[in-house]
Nanobody
Framework: DVQLQASGGGLVRPGQSLRLSCKTS????????VAWFRQAPGKFREGISA????????QYRDSVKGRFTISTDNAENTAYLLMNNLKPEDTANYYC???????????????????WGQGTLVTVSS
């Protein structure tokens, strides 16, 4: 039974940080690409960061480059998203997802992700 459990969201002020976690089970984590997507109210879901659990290569959407860092702990089958210098426009539900495809192929295409976790809400407000 595949599970992806996202956690770590919350309410923070602009400029503060949060670390999201995505604990997974039921598939061979090392063989997958893991990504974080987000969806703000009234907007499409967008991929913001992805990582190859196999070789650690990463991708970031321009809007989060330099502020967000994606990582994995393969021993714990868990992916993380460290979000620094948060801005109000980062407010969204954040989802983790896993794809059997390579990072280059899966990239930020939601249709290529096989498994999804539930969202964790991040609210950035003063």
């Amino acid at each position: 039974d595949v599970q992806l459990q996202a956690s770590g969201g919350g309410l923070v002020r602009p400029g503060q940080s949060l670390r999201l976690s995505c604990k997974t089970s039921g598939f061979t984590f090392d063989d997958y690409t893991v990504a974080w997507f987000r969806q703000a109210p009234g907007k499409f879901r967008e991929g913001i960061s992805a990582i190859s659990a196999n070789d650690g290569s990463t991708q970031y959407r321009d809007s989060v480059k330099g502020r967000f860092t994606i990582s994995t702990d393969n021993a714990e089958n868990t992916a993380y998203l460290l979000m620094n210098n948060l801005k109000p426009e980062d407010t969204a539900n954040y989802y983790c997802a896993a794809s059997r495809e390579s990072l280059r192929t899966a990239y930020f295409f939601p249709g290529l992700y096989d498994y999804w976790g539930q969202g964790t809400l991040v609210t950035v407000s003063s």
